[in-house]
């Protein structure tokens, strides 16, 4: 059975810092692009960054450009997301999902909080 | 970005009828490569969103053959045969052609 686990959100104050982990298990995690997809409180949907199975690509939406660092650990099962200079629009629920492009399998998500 | 507008926004259904959710994107979601990668998600409250429909019209295990997909280029369509008690949710299109990937606004089914 496919399960993606995060972990890592919390209250931050506007400028901090977050590291979010997602530990995969129930598949062969090194074969699958990996993702992060966010979603505001009581609001849509935004997709936020994606990797490639070797980490050799990686893609960001533009609001987080510079900011958000997508990485993976495969030795690990385990996807991050370092979360820098965090605005109060960062406040979401973000889920891992397996893969990008036809990603079929989100977590339950971790909620990140940015208030001061 | 590609604009993905779904309607209505808000749909009153009567348990046993047919239900339709439309989804239109500002570009067409042909991909080069000769796919449409448009999708429709789910998401009950308090749930992670779960896929039902890939590639425009086709269903993933387990989700029941009352849902349907279908449309071309840019307009796409969601279908319900029959709306059952646990459809009254709220659904998601989204396409993964063109990066950024984007979702639509949601649709939320509501008993009339």
């Known amino acids: 059975e496919v399960q993606l686990v995060e972990s890592g959100g919390a209250l931050v104050q506007p400028g901090g810092s977050l590291r979010l982990s997602c530990a995969a298990s129930?598949?062969?995690?090194?074969?699958?692009?990996m993702s992060w997809v966010r979603q505001a409180p009581g609001k849509g949907l935004e997709w936020v960054a994606n990797?490639?199975?070797?980490?050799?690509?990686?893609y960001y939406v533009d609001s987080v450009k510079g900011r958000f660092t997508i990485s993976r650990d495969n030795a690990k099962n385990s996807l991050y997301l370092q979360m820098n200079s965090l605005r109060v629009e960062d406040t979401a629920v973000y889920y891992c999902?397996?893969?990008?492009?036809?990603?079929?399998?989100w977590g339950q998500g971790t909620l990140v909080t940015v208030s001061s | 970005d590609v604009v993905m507008t779904q309607s209505p926004l808000s749909l009153p259904v009567t348990l046993g009828q047919p239900a339709s959710i439309s989804c239109r994107s500002s570009?067409?979601?042909?991909?080069?490569?000769?796919?449409?990668?448009l999708n429709w998600f789910q998401q009950r409250p308090g749930q992670s969103p779960r896929r039902l429909i890939y590639?425009?019209?086709n269903r993933d295990s387990g989700v029941p053959d009352r849902f349907s997909g279908s449309g071309s280029g840019t307009d796409f369509t969601l279908k319900i045969s029959r709306v059952e008690a646990e459809d009254v949710t709220v659904y998601y299109c989204?396409?993964?052609?063109?990066?950024?990937?984007?979702f639509g606004q949601g649709t939320k089914l509501e008993i009339k």
């Open positions: 999902a397996r893969g990008a492009r036809g990603s079929d399998y």
């Open positions: 129930g598949f062969t995690f090194s074969s699958y692009w």
């Open positions: 990797t490639k199975q070797d980490g050799s690509e990686k």
């Open positions: 570009q067409s979601l042909v991909h080069s490569d000769g796919n449409t990668y």
């Open positions: 590639k425009v019209s």
């Open positions: 989204i396409q993964d052609t063109h990066w950024p990937y984007t």
